[in-house]
């Protein structure tokens, strides 16, 4: 299964609506979007910005739980938050609480083995419907070694995560990690980094891709206002403009407020 990317209801509804069963809300994602680090974000602002997405899509939405934003205590209440929201996941990594916005140039620390266990504990009973799923996160490859990782992970499957993420170094450790830790394994990375037949060839049942649709999205935003200010003309083709505008009101779902006043207050009306 594959994850991309997803701040708010109309990508989740255009994803569905191209037949992606599942989407990440990026805690790394939405701190940008507010121009602020993740770990600066709340519990309450991702929660609200996961109820906004299910409420108008039934995609099965990720969250990024980062660090559960505490302790075990504070995990507990953040996947009951969550889960309260509709979403169908959430992801825990094991980084140290408060999470510091150096962790988005590489500088991570990790807690301890057993502090993440008591944590994920913690999140497994926190949850009411068992289809709810937890996925533990380990940076473990990165600040400490693969063999590290791997412990971690069975340690976690162990306390109930659903699901083990890890980011592997190498073309060996992605193909060992299936059997070594022997779990349902995430993997978080571009989409564009292997073809959707390469990443089934390895075995990793979901495929998280944090941040492609953001940066592509923003990248193309800046070009046309760039391009309107320093050339004295947008660039863009008017026609293919046009057609996009309409297109979103259709991903919006803008026909079905339609067909209401159309009953209602808007008899009659026509265009």
């Known amino acids: 299964m594959f994850a991309p990317v997803c701040l708010d209801p109309l990508t989740a509804r255009t994803l569905e609506g191209q037949g992606y069963e599942a989407a990440y809300l990026s805690g790394g994602a939405l701190g940008f979007q507010l121009a602020v680090s993740e770990a600066l974000l709340t519990v309450t602002e991702m929660a609200e910005t996961a109820r906004r997405i299910t409420a108008r899509s039934s995609i099965a939405l990720i969250v990024d739980g980062g660090v559960g934003f505490g302790d075990a205590v504070h995990t507990s209440r953040t996947v009951a938050e969550i889960e309260a929201t509709g979403a169908a996941a959430i992801e825990l990594e094991d980084q140290v609480a408060p999470k510091r916005a150096h962790h988005h140039k590489g500088v991570e620390h990790l807690v301890s083995l057993e502090e993440m266990v008591g ?135 803008m026909a079905d407020w339609y067909e209401i006043e159309e009953r209602t207050t808007e008899k009659g009306a026509t265009g």
């Open 119 to 253: 944590k994920l504990e913690a999140a497994v009973a926190a949850r009411r419907d068992p289809d709810f799923l937890i996925i533990a996160r380990t940076g473990a490859v990165r600040n400490e070694s693969y063999e590290a990782a791997v412990e971690r992970g069975r340690a976690y499957r162990a306390a109930g995560a659903d699901l083990v993420m890890l980011r592997p170094d190498t073309p060996e450790q992605w193909r060992d990690a299936v059997t070594a830790i022997d779990a349902p394994l995430a993997a978080m990375a571009s989409f564009g980094s292997r073809t959707r037949e390469e990443w089934a060839a390895l075995g990793w049942p979901l495929v998280i891709d944090p941040f492609t649709g953001q940066v592509a999205g923003w990248l193309a935003a800046r070009e046309a206002s760039r391009h309107f200010l320093e050339e004295g003309a947008s660039g863009e083709d008017e026609g293919a403009i046009g057609a996009g505008y309409e297109a979103i009101k259709q991903a919006a779902g």
